[in-house]
């Protein structure tokens, strides 16, 4: 049954990115930016004029609209801020226990890195999304594993 073999390697995958989601996940969970409130998901770019960079996102600039008070977000094209892998970022504690402050991927120096936009409160949703699958993913695994005993 290959689509249950897919399934399942997938699963796997899962379980096993919640295990290291304080790795994965380019912010602390509580980390907040409040220049960047309900900020856009950001494009990942990989050629700047017509040049290989490799994987860069844009700098942003937000402006404000007077009339109706929304933020208006433009990405500053002379602004290039490579993505970082394996990199110095937010200090967490893995599983509570052991100190660290590697991820997996790290916005530019002095830059920002939105793969998904940011909430309200100007946290990064990747990373909450990535810690909330802790949560999700367990409690399925707790609900499946009380229905065999």
């Not at 899962?14 to 220049?35: K, Q, S, V, W």
């Not at 017509?50 to 990405?75: A, C, H, S, W």
């Not at 500053?76 to 997996?104: A, N, P, T």
Request: aromatic residues 14%; proline residues 3%.
């Amino acid at each position: 049954h290959r689509l249950a073999l897919i399934s399942g390697i997938f699963l796997a995958a899962l379980y096993f990115g919640i295990l290291i989601c304080e790795f994965l996940a380019p912010y602390d969970l509580h980390t907040r930016n409040m220049d960047y409130i309900y900020s856009p998901p950001q494009r990942v770019h990989l050629f700047h004029d017509g040049q290989f960079v490799g994987p860069f996102v844009y700098g942003r600039q937000m402006t404000l609209d007077m009339d109706t008070l929304k933020r208006n977000y433009i990405e500053k094209q002379d602004d290039v801020q490579r993505i970082r892998f394996f990199c110095k970022g937010d200090s967490y504690r893995f599983w509570g226990l052991i100190e660290g402050d590697r991820h997996f991927v790290c916005p530019a120096e002095n830059g920002q890195l939105f793969l998904a936009g940011t909430d309200r409160l100007g946290r990064d949703v990747l990373s909450r999304i990535i810690y909330g699958a802790r949560i999700s993913l367990t409690i399925g695994l707790v609900g499946i594993s009380f229905s065999f005993l």
